[in-house]
């Protein structure tokens, strides 16, 4: 005899959350691909490149290139500001990382590691040394290769992605300049309007893996009020001892979508799990669901407009 659909309910409510998330992103990979290619910028994290990032996300991108027919372009842009060793004792051969923090004693030795902006102070709140510049640089991607779909990005990455998501929303400079009196950075002069009225239009969605929000009394705070509404899928690691899951579940609160299908750990540490097939499987099934929305609201407008008017 079948379950009845109240005894599967109850059966699901038992297994842990983040089980119950896997497995609806899972169910999700069966929907259908959409129609039409889509394109990724993909962000790197702090100390790397874009080629690096590259490199080490090759299976993730084999993955979705097959999960995605019509096709699936990844672009990514190496960071503007290039980092000296001083800049981090993981550079400097210690063996530990952060996000971003610099020295004041900085060496002049040129490395191949670039960062979106230099992480300043002792705690929370962090001042975000470049931040424009970093920006500045994200903004002459999207202009000049855009449009794009949506954004992936990596630790600082991660960060700067929801920043994208962020400025790139209706009304988002409105935002900045009621902050702006009590300490809050400008809107940067980089997502100022061209004069066809934008610089690029608002991304259908956001990934971030070990990402986090700046907490604290600081001049960021209107990148998440109000709250972002792009929808941002979260990765976490269980095992992460970079970036705090305090300051993750910071930038999930600062998202309007943060329901628990949302946020997906997986059972590792400060990397982006490329080859595990839960991990993989809810970021195909997060974009499947998005574009499928799209292709949806698309198909529900062109059937408005076919229709006849009575007058």
């Known amino acids: 005899m079948p379950a009845s659909p109240t005894h599967l309910s109850h059966l699901r409510s038992l297994i842990p959350s983040r089980f119950r998330t896997r497995y609806y992103w899972h169910t999700m990979t069966s929907t259908a691909a959409p129609s039409r290619p889509i394109k990724l910028l993909m962000l790197h994290g702090y100390t790397q490149s874009g080629p690096l990032f590259q490199a080490k996300t090759g299976a993730l991108r084999k993955s979705l290139q097959k999960s995605f027919p019509a096709g699936c372009e990844l672009v ?17 051969g210690s063996g530990t990382a952060r996000d ?4 004041d004693e900085a060496e002049t030795e040129e490395i191949d590691a670039w960062a979106w902006w230099r992480r300043k102070g002792q705690g929370e709140p962090y001042t975000y040394e470049g931040l424009e510049v970093g920006l500045g640089k994200i903004a002459d991607v999207l202009r000049t ?6 954004v992936v990005g990596f630790s600082q990455g991660g960060a700067c992605a929801a920043m994208i998501a962020s400025l ?5 400079r409105k935002g900045f300049e009621a902050q702006y009196e009590d300490g809050g950075m400008r809107f940067p002069e980089s997502f100022e309007k061209d ?5 690029h239009p608002p991304l259908k969605f956001a990934v971030s893996y070990s990402g986090f929000a700046a907490r604290g009394k600081n001049p ?13 899928l979260h990765f976490l690691g269980t095992q ?7 300051r993750s579940l910071a930038l999930v609160e600062a998202c309007e979508n943060k329901e628990e299908k949302y946020v997906v750990y997986h059972p590792g540490g400060h990397f982006l799990p490329s080859t595990q097939k839960a991990s993989v499987s809810a970021l195909i099934g997060f974009i499947k669901e998005v574009m499928q929305d ?18």
């Open 100 to 103: 971003g923090e610099g020295n």
């Open 76 to 92: 990514y842009p190496t960071a503007p500001i290039r980092l000296t060793p001083a800049d981090e004792s993981f550079l400097a």
């Open 168 to 172: 790139l929303e209706p009304g988002r």
């Open 195 to 199: 004069e066809e009225g934008v610089i």
């Open 240 to 246: 992460d001892v970079v970036v705090e899951e305090a």
């Open 294 to 311: 799209e292709e949806g609201e698309k198909k529900e407008e062109e059937s408005v407009e076919n229709m006849d008017v009575p007058f």
């Open 220 to 232: 960021y705070h209107a990148f998440y009020e109000p709250k972002i509404k792009t929808k941002m």
């Open 145 to 150: 290769e855009g449009p794009f779909d949506g």
